[in-house]
């Protein structure tokens, strides 16, 4: 288990880093328990959570996520042992995260997440604390492979009335830093003008550099590489790939319209990312391109995303102990040229579906 530096920070992470969206919904407290015995014991060191978790987010379950790491933390007293990421929500109408009101990344409404989040992780500090979505109004995931209109500037005619600056919210995370609240400062869902713009107020001393971006990156979805990657490399700004297995479309168990009982698709209606015009014959292929090369899927789809060069850390998920299992295991397969050169060649026919 290989670990690469955060960013231009002195942390090093490992090349899985444990997601953790399904502890307090479809895992229970002991099988969250269980799923980070397992990874630390692989060498894992690195874990993802959020205020918001789990999903799908409900105001009776939130932060029940962050509840289960602190308490397997407490009873195994290796918090020294754990870098830990939190996130704060962005922008939200949703009224139960600030005690009956709408969320915005203002100062008051971030000091209120991360001393929410540290208590409830049982923490006094966090190793990485992420924006999860910008305020701004853009496509979720910031990075479609088309775009209508581009939203104004927050200090323009017709902006968004309120919409908070990104100098004002980079310089409560600067609070945050000095308070000790947090080690470092990260974004997800961000787009390239978003991780720019959070650099150059960055290099004003306004608040701290950029050290992370979570976005999604996968088969389906290889949008990181037109701009980010580059914005990324220079700028020296990891990625934190989220969703390898693209919601579980690409590990053959929704293959020609299946759903299993209990799979995340049949319990939940939050599929539509992966259910997109074309998703399923793109996802069906990659699928039986893993098989031709006698790999299960998701092994496939998550060595994918962990070979890749310009990943730091990819972000695995798991409901059963068997699914940790194999995405754990993906770490030693040996990705080829003539593997590559297999995906690249469909993905020059179905591109992005899934941005």
């Avoid at 005690?99 to 990344?105: A, V």
């Avoid at 409830?120 to 979505?133: E, F, N, S, V």
């Avoid at 789809?301 to 995405?327: C, D, H, K």
Wanted: proline residues 5%.
């Amino acid at each position: 288990m290989h670990k690469r530096r955060l960013g231009r920070t002195d942390l090093l992470v490992t090349q899985i880093c444990l997601g953790s969206m399904t502890w307090g919904q479809q895992n229970t407290e002991a099988e969250g328990h269980a799923q980070m015995d397992l990874a630390f014991s692989r060498g894992v060191n690195f874990i993802d959570t959020a205020e918001l978790y789990p999903i799908p987010p409900k105001a009776e379950t939130q932060g029940r996520t962050e509840k289960i790491i602190g308490s397997w933390m407490k009873a195994k007293g290796n918090r020294d042992k754990v870098i830990l990421a939190s996130k704060v929500v962005g922008r939200t109408a949703n009224a139960w995260f600030r005690g009956d009101r709408p969320s915005q990344l203002v100062r008051a409404d971030i000091f209120d997440a991360i001393d929410k989040s540290l208590a409830k992780l049982g923490t006094d500090y966090l190793d990485l604390y992420q924006i999860h979505w910008p305020e701004r109004d853009i496509p979720w995931g910031a990075n479609p492979t088309r775009i209508g209109a581009v939203a104004r500037r927050a200090d323009s005619v017709g902006a968004p009335v309120g919409e908070t600056p990104i100098a004002e919210t980079l310089a409560v995370f600067e609070e945050l830093v000095k308070a000790g609240k947090i080690r470092h400062f990260g974004l997800s869902n961000e787009s390239s003008w978003g991780v720019m713009r959070f650099l150059a107020e960055a290099g004003k001393e306004i608040g701290p550099r950029v050290a992370s971006i979570q976005n999604a990156y996968n088969l389906v979805n290889r949008t990181f590489e037109v701009n980010l990657a580059e914005v990324c490399e220079r700028e020296g700004v990891s990625l934190l790939a989220y969703s390898p297995l693209a919601q579980g479309y690409l590990t053959g168990k929704y293959d020609h319209g299946a759903r299993p009982k209990g799979s995340r698709s049949q319990l939940f209606n939050r599929g539509q990312r992966y259910e997109t015009p074309n998703a399923a014959e793109a996802q069906l292929e990659y699928n039986e391109l893993a098989r031709s090369f006698g790999l299960e899927p998701a092994l496939f789809a998550n060595a994918y995303v962990s070979s890749r060069p310009f990943v730091t850390s990819n972000i695995i998920g798991a409901t059963t102990i068997s699914q940790l299992e194999m995405a754990l295991s993906s770490v030693d397969v040996v990705w080829t040229e003539e593997i590559q050169k297999a995906v690249d060649a469909v993905h020059q026919r179905v591109g992005n579906p899934c941005p």
